[in-house]
């Protein structure tokens, strides 16, 4: 006999209409396995309590109906109350799923950034920097400190453009000057 036949015989037992064949069936499944005594027992046992409760129920003036309608009201409540909470709590795992998504990729999206370009093989540099170390001038140079003391404006122009690889440059181009420009400014 399979559990779920077993199941089903104690609630036949229990509510009174269970046959006399059937009982021998439940009979011989309690005798000889101890797990189906301890059901029927704990089935046996809640039946009288919801018994008892109703009983009293009734005793208050109370229909049945009215009975099991307020225990299936309290029931759904339960779970409506119960769902709500897992919600809310899917809810703010969720927000903190993708806030954690969100601050990775703008983690990794700046990391990205300040790395070298790849795909840089035979490319052309197209201008070189060249710190100025102010401490030990080399072959002669001049530091910045014996150097004049007037000021200095630069007209420079930024050209952004992407090569053909998809990488996107920066570049600081100067000013075209005219000629006069130069001798006014006392170059």
Excluded at 143 to 162: E, G
Excluded at 164 to 187: H, I
């Amino acid at each position: 006999m399979s559990q779920e036949m077993l199941e089903i015989l104690i609630g036949k037992f229990l509510d009174g209409e269970i046959t006399p064949a059937e009982k021998r069936l439940l009979d011989e499944r309690i005798a000889c396995d101890e797990s189906a005594g301890r059901l029927f027992e704990q089935w046996q046992f809640l039946h009288q309590q919801m018994q008892q409760t109703a009983d009293a129920q009734m005793g208050l003036g109370r229909s049945a109906e009215e009975i099991f309608k307020q225990a299936w009201r309290q029931s759904r409540s339960s779970t409506v109350q119960g769902a709500a909470r897992f919600l809310s709590r899917m809810r703010f795992i969720t927000g903190l799923a993708a806030g954690l998504i969100l601050g990775l990729g703008i983690h990794f999206a700046l990391l990205n950034a300040s790395e070298k370009p790849t795909g840089m093989e035979g490319t052309t540099t197209i201008a070189e920097v060249n710190p100025v170390d102010n401490r030990n001038p080399v072959n002669g140079s001049s530091s910045l400190a014996t150097m004049s003391a007037r000021p200095v404006s630069r007209n420079v122009d930024w050209y952004n453009f992407t090569d053909s690889s998809g990488n996107e440059w920066m570049v600081e181009g100067y000013r075209y000057r005219e000629k006069s420009d130069l001798v006014n400014c006392g170059l």
